[in-house]
Every structure is written in structure tokens, then in C-alpha cells.
């Protein structure tokens, strides 16, 4: 990665040829060579990587999926396909091109670049999850990925933070700790309410009047409404980073609506987007304004999730990302399964003047767009949605929904604890009238105890609580 002064300010058409000659490397100098997965690809395709000139010819290329990756029964080690080969001897001399210019010795990779740091893992909320290896190149950019997303935060070391991201072999905590450390911000690594629990670490963020929690949207939903509950204060806060889970504007707005009625100091409320397999994340300088990639590290294009055509700016589509600057697991043109409603923009940012492309809108998975058997064929089910409208209510605190199968009709069945104080009957009432009225499929909704829904739904249990239950095929 260069230097982010450079790269932030850097024209689109320049940011593009940086790109275009990153991405060539890539291919022919560590993909075609040292990739075993995609050397053996090229080969059986009879693809030439030379002809290859710049983004504008990736869509010759083929798309890499997480099944590609999974490794299959019986063959463990499948996924060290994806993970560059460390240069062998005869690579390292350095090569003979005559007298080189300015007396700049070219000489071939640097096999420390190739050696393994750590593995971090996919989320695997939906699939199994998905070994990254990082090697301590990958190190040194998640590194750099983390100041990015603090400066366009505009996180200081003067901002004492609380990590709450849940502790785990994945980018998301990683890039965070390292973000901290890296500014020298006062900062508490709580590991999240599966290892510290929510008492302590409002307590925490209480006692060291940190101005900024970091954490999933979800969790940071209940924190504010326990708080009193626990008898703790929000009078230092002033800031909530959320990640990891679905963050719509609407669950932006709902934590800011929150926060100023807890008496937060002030109720800013920011998004990040984090791609485990682009080994690093992403940050909003304001809601709304889009997610600021780094174009020296990750490639974004955005494509239609049925025809896999390459979508113009501004266009919903998945997000389809390949790696121009890693070491270690190297992906092509890998679709995440994730879809960002507002497309990508190359445009200057609006709001903090950075050039940089920027992912917009609202970003879903493309596995919660569902289908449901209805009475008479089949009936769409956008999950998203509904997570969405359950977050933009003031009146629910937890919630999670089954997909259930009977007389070949599938039908929601939606269970809901209410917020403190709020009447359950007219709950109930409310969201059977709105829930009906978005969905066109058979659907009860029901209440039940704190205990029980946190329980179901393994809050801090799992990395996010897990809300959506399929078991049509159970
Ligand atoms: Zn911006």
C-alpha cells in the first residue's frame, strides 16, 4: 500500500492506472507464477494473463466463490491453494537486465513478504468458515487499512475507546486492536459481551468516560437500553462505531435517536464494512456517504448477482473484490455475497473531499433474499427488509424469526421481547398490521422473555446473534 496522504487525494483517472498496473503485476508476477489455485485455472482455461491490460479486461476473467475455497471432504487442505507459494531460490537472485536505470538494483521478491503470521477466519454465519491466511505483509496493511478507517472516522488518540467487537480469529477485532495500538488511543480490548459481558463492559466504558464504543449494531441496541438497568451513564459517549452485522441507515438512525435519549453527550453514529476476505475494512466519514475503500489494496467491482455483468457506478450489485497488494490467501475476482444497494462511485466524496471509491447505500446478503413456497407458486422474501424495519422500531429489543414448511406452504413465525415499559399486546397488534402488510406470506407474531429470545438467538454467543432460522429443510 502507498502512502494515504498520496492515494486520498489521488484524481479518479490516476487512481485507475494505478490500479490498472497493480492489478498486471498481481496477475503475472505472483497469481500466474505462485498461485496454485489460479495457476492451474489460467492453464485450464488458456488464459494469458498478459492479456490482461487493466481493469477494464478483468471481466475475461472468472468469478472465485466461497465453495471454491471451502475445502471439500477429505481434502483439509484445500484452501492452501489460495495461499501464494513462499519464492524459490533461483526466484530471489537478483535479475540480470543489463545496467538499470538511475542504478535502481531489480531484483525478485522478498521471501520474508511470503512468510505466515496468522490465520483469521470468515464469519461463517451462513457457510462454513473460511480460513484467510495473512502473512506480515498482509500484517503491515491491515495495519495501514486500520489508520486509514480511523482517519476517516476521525478517531484521535485522544478518543479513549471501547473495542466491543467480539474477540476472534477474524479481521474485524484485528484491524480494530491494531488501530488502536497503532494511534496510541487509550482503549479497552473488551473482546466483546462473549467474553467480558455487558455489565462490565458498560461499566468500563462508564468509569474511563471513553467517548467511543465500537461494536456490532445489534449489541450496541441493547447496551443503551440495559444501561439503566445496570445503573451506568452515557454522559461521556458520543460516539458509536458499528460493524460486522447489518448496519442500515435506519439502524443509524435508531442508535442516534437512542443515545440522545440515554443523555449520551453527543449521538454521532458511524458505519464500518468489513470484508474478511479482503482482509480488511472499511469506514463512512458520515452516514450516508458511502464506505472508503483503499484502492492500492482492494480492487471493488460491483456486478449483477444473476448475469455477473460488470454494473455501472451508482448500481445496485454485488461486491466482487480482488486483491492488488497481498501476500499470503490472494483472491480474484471473489464474490463476497453481499450486495450494496447504492453501487460504487468513483466520484470525490461530498463530504470529506477524498477521492477514493466508495461503496453506497445499505449493504445486504444475498443469501437472506429468499424465496417461500406460497399458495399459489413461489413468493420473494427480502430478509434484509425485515431485519431492517425490526431495527427502525422503538418498541423491540430482541427478536428473530422461523421460516417453517407446512401443507407445502411456507409461513414466518416472528417471536419479539419488547422494550422495557412497552404495553406487549400493542406490540404485537402493531407488527402483525406491518409485517402483513410488507410480506405476502402467512406469518403469526408472538412475544416471549428476555432469557428466552437472547438465549435462541446466542447473544453473546456468537460473533453477532444470529436471528434468521430457516428450517424448511429440518
Ligand atoms: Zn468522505
Redesign the pocket.
Known amino acids: 500500500m502507498q502512502a494515504w496522504s498520496k492515494i486520498s487525494k489521488m484524481p479518479a483517472p490516476a487512481i485507475k492506472k494505478l490500479q490498472d498496473e497493480l492489478l498486471t503485476k498481481m496477475l503475472n508476477e505472483e497469481m500466474a507464477v505462485r498461485h496454485p489455485y489460479y495457476r492451474e485455472l489460467f492453464k485450464e482455461n488458456n488464459i494469458n494473463t498478459a492479456d490482461i491490460k487493466g481493469v477494464e479486461d478483468l471481466n475475461k476473467l472468472p468469478f472465485t466463490e466461497k465453495k471454491d475455497i471451502i475445502a471439500p471432504d477429505g481434502d483439509l487442505l484445500h484452501p492452501k491453494k489460495f495461499v501464494l507459494e513462499v519464492p524459490k531460490e533461483e526466484d530471489l537472485k537478483p535479475k540480470k537486465k543489463g545496467f538499470s536505470l538511475f542504478g535502481k538494483k531489480e531484483t525478485g521478491p522478498d521471501p520474508a513478504d511470503y512468510s505466515f503470521f496468522s490465520l483469521y477466519f470468515t464469519a461463517g454465519r451462513t457457510a462454513k468458515p473460511v480460513p484467510i491466511e495473512y502473512t506480515h505483509y498482509d500484517l503491515e496493511n491491515l495495519k495501514e487499512a486500520g489508520a486509514r478507517a480511523f482517519d ?1 472516522l476521525e478517531l484521535t488518540r485522544d478518543d479513549t475507546l471501547i473495542n466491543a467487537f467480539t474477540y476472534a480469529p477474524n479481521a474485524y477485532f484485528w484491524q480494530m486492536f491494531y488501530s488502536t495500538t497503532g494511534i496510541g488511543s487509550t482503549a479497552l480490548q473488551t473482546g466483546g459481551g462473549k467474553v467480558l459481558g455487558m455489565e462490565k463492559i458498560l461499566k468500563a466504558m462508564d468509569s474511563m468516560e471513553a467517548p467511543v464504543l465500537v461494536t456490532a449494531p445489534g449489541y450496541a441496541r441493547l447496551a443503551l437500553h440495559t444501561l439503566k438497568h445496570f445503573g451506568f451513564s452515557a454522559a461521556n459517549l458520543e460516539r458509536i462505531v458499528i460493524g460486522i452485522d447489518y448496519s442500515p441507515l435506519t439502524a443509524v438512525d435508531r442508535l442516534s435517536k437512542l443515545m440522545e435519549a440515554v443523555g449520551a453527550k453527543e449521538n454521532r453514529v458511524h458505519r464500518m464494512y468489513f470484508v474478511s476476505e479482503a482482509k480488511s475494512g472499511w469506514a463512512e ?1 458520515a452516514p450516508g ?1 458511502g464506505y ?1 475503500t483503499n484502492p492500492d489494496h482492494i480492487l471493488v467491482e460491483i456486478v449483477d448477482p444473476e448475469s455477473g455483468e460488470v454494473l455501472g457506478e451508482g448500481e445496485r450489485g454485488e461486491v466482487v473484490i480482488t486483491h492488488l497488494d497481498t501476500r499470503g490467501t490472494v483472491l480474484l475476482r471473489y464474490r463476497t455475497g453481499d450486495i450494496a444497494t447504492g453501487g460504487i462511485t468513483t466520484e470525490q ?1 461530498p ?2 473531499k ?1 477521492t477514493v471509491p466508495r461503496i453506497m447505500g445499505d449493504i445486504e446478503r444475498c443469501l437472506l433474499h429468499l424465496e417461500l413456497q406460497g399458495k399459489d407458486g413461489a413468493v420473494p422474501f427480502n430478509a434484509n427488509r425485515l431485519r431492517e424495519m425490526m431495527f427502525a422500531r422503538e418498541d423491540v429489543l430482541l427478536w428473530y424469526v422461523e421460516i417453517n414448511r407446512s401443507n407445502s406452504e411456507d409461513n414466518l413465525r416472528i417471536v419479539v421481547k419488547g422494550t422495557s415499559g412497552t404495553d406487549e399486546d400493542a406490540l404485537l397488534k402493531a407488527l402483525k398490521h406491518d409485517l402483513d402488510a410488507e410480506f405476502k406470506v402467512p406469518l403469526s407474531v408472538e412475544s416471549s422473555t428476555l432469557d428466552a429470545v437472547a438465549n435462541q438467538i446466542g447473544m453473546e454467543k456468537y460473533i453477532t446473534e444470529q436471528i434468521i432460522f430457516d428450517k424448511r429443510n429440518s
Open positions: 476517516v466519514c456517504f472508503h466524496c463530504n470529506c477524498r
